[in-house]
């Protein structure tokens, strides 16, 4: 491959600044002659995994990954394959592993129809959720997969997840992309990035988007949504890999403490805080929470209300309960997921000044909530 034209020595410096490295896969299609170009990035997770001599689960050799999936050779397409250097755990990611995936994808933009990242499922979610602010104008697919069983088991997800991933990164109409945009591919069902949430820990439905459709869902054949997609962005991809996590979650309960609340909004560094709310955006009207909030708001910071329910949204003053956080300057965060909401503060605050975070964290910047 050639990075947009990078010369071999700049590629080797980009690979090893990125902590990532090139595998080569034998007994694909050459790229003259396939349909299609996929760049696969491997993180690690469940997928991947394969016993060692002991019986210990361990990161498999990708470059096998044909030995474990013969029908890849039958797709036509052309692949590239990253990995990361030390393939982690999802629990263990970080922004700076986002930073990393837009950065590869970026930089193998041009070349590819298509991208593929292949990723545990206990924060795919909050990667896909945070791709999709940070690559701002995308027009290809990015496809979130991975798997509830390793790729060895006789009964794993991991097959089907990753052939049909392929399928839809490098699937066109007209000679565009059918889904220009960052999504979760799991369980025969294609939901948008910013839309998910993991659900199930044991079933093999690990993704659910209660709030907005499936973009596609694959029987015999895949059947797009079409109304539901992205439509393809006039603008050339933006990176935008400046992210601040100064950032906290706070959920309300019944019962939670003035000490508890204090202790989040004393954070002299808090930028933003992610209010977990009832229904539709109820809160308890507790004069001391009320207070507290207010102040907050007046020091700067960004409070923005989501529901703790999996589907409905915020409606901030339908009920009394919720017009005292509409008083005290709390924003609402309509039908957003906390993932998404999290990963907009993060590269909202990242570019912009606090005022400008307030109004775009309302707006619908890349499909993660309803107008």
């Avoid at 052309?78 to 922004?95: C, G, L, R, W, Y």
């Avoid at 439509?231 to 100064?246: F, I, N, V, Y």
Wanted: proline share 4%; aromatic share 8%.
């Amino acid at each position: 491959m050639n990075f947009n034209g990078l010369h071999l020595k700049t590629q080797q410096h980009f690979l090893n600044q990125m902590k990532v490295k090139q595998i080569q896969v034998s007994g694909v299609q050459s790229p003259e002659t396939a349909r299609a170009r996929v760049l696969i990035i491997y993180t690690g997770g469940t997928f991947g995994m394969t016993h060692d001599a002991s019986g210990a689960l361990i990161p498999f050799d990708f470059s096998s990954i044909v030995e474990h999936l013969p029908t890849i050779r039958n797709l036509g397409l052309a692949f590239t394959v990253f990995s990361f250097e030390k393939p982690i755990d999802s629990s263990n990611v970080s922004p700076e592993h986002w930073k990393l995936l837009a950065d590869v994808i970026n930089n193998n933009y041009v070349e590819h129809d298509g991208f593929v990242i292949l990723h545990g499922t206990d924060t795919m979610a909050y990667t896909a959720s945070a791709l999709s602010f940070m690559l701002e104008g995308l027009n290809k697919p990015v496809i979130l997969t991975g798997a509830q069983l390793p790729i060895i088991d006789p009964r794993s997800d991991a097959r089907e997840n990753l052939i049909t991933a392929l399928e839809i990164a490098a699937a066109k109409r007209d000679g565009c992309a059918i889904v220009p945009e960052v999504c979760i591919y799991f369980d025969y069902e294609l939901l948008r990035g910013n839309r998910s949430k993991k659900v199930e820990s044991m079933q093999f439905d690990a993704f659910d988007s209660g709030n907005y459709p499936a973009l596609a869902k694959a029987g015999v054949k895949i059947d797009y949504n079409y109304g539901a997609i992205r439509k393809m962005d006039k603008r050339e991809l933006a990176l935008h890999t400046k992210l601040d996590s100064s950032i906290a979650i706070l959920k309300l309960f019944p019962g939670i403490s003035e000490q508890v609340v204090q202790s989040v909004f004393s954070n002299t560094s808090l930028k933003a805080v992610i209010l977990e709310t009832y229904g539709s955006g109820n809160a308890p009207t507790i004069p001391w929470l009320i207070t507290s909030l207010e102040q907050a708001v007046k020091r700067g910071v960004i409070v923005v209300n989501v529901s703790q329910c999996p589907g409905g949204m915020v409606v901030q003053g339908k009920y009394e309960t919720s017009k005292e956080l509409m008083k005290a300057g709390v924003l609402s965060g309509a039908d957003m997921t906390t993932e998404a909401a999290l990963t907009k503060l993060m590269v909202l605050l990242g570019s912009y000044d606090a005022e400008t975070c307030k109004r775009l964290v309302e707006q619908n910047l890349a499909g993660e909530l309803s107008s």
